[in-house]
């Protein structure tokens, strides 16, 4: 069938591309460029270390790189990986975070289980989280 293989398909978008609009694909994507807008996928993303998007993310798994302002969501995993710039909220069945990441913004982990309620977040509780993920993550 035609549209397995394009939900197969991998396509990239070099340092070089701009784009100015909400992104939409299936399959996986590395992106490598700047993007202004929505990034929606059921599949994989990939951005890259020059990768610099503005605005929410959805995907099925996304791997972060590069410097990113807008929320993301996954419903499988986020990994942010080292030098990584993310500045908006998470949430994702898994988390991990490499040591050296710059990261502001509130984390949901394993939003389809029932957990305890917590109590409110404080002030340096992303600083706490960047310890306890680095621990996690080797």
Do not use: C, W, Y
């Amino acid at each position: 069938m035609s549209t397995t293989a394009i939900s197969n398909s991998k396509n990239v978008l070099s340092s070089d591309v701009e784009i100015k609009g909400n992104l939409k694909f299936a399959g996986e994507l590395t992106l490598e460029g700047k993007l202004e807008g929505e990034i929606q996928t059921d599949g994989t993303l990939n951005l890259g270390d020059s990768a610099v998007v503005n605005g929410n993310i959805s995907a099925q798994s996304v791997v972060v790189r590069g410097k990113i302002n807008g929320n993301i969501s996954a419903k499988e995993k986020i990994e942010i990986k080292a030098k990584t710039e993310l500045f908006g909220d998470i949430r994702a069945s898994k988390l991990v975070v490499e040591e050296g990441v710059t990261f502001v913004g509130k984390t949901e982990v394993n939003p389809n289980k029932v957990a305890p309620t917590a109590p409110p977040a404080r002030h340096g509780e992303a600083a706490k989280l960047t310890e306890s993920a680095k621990s996690v993550g080797r």
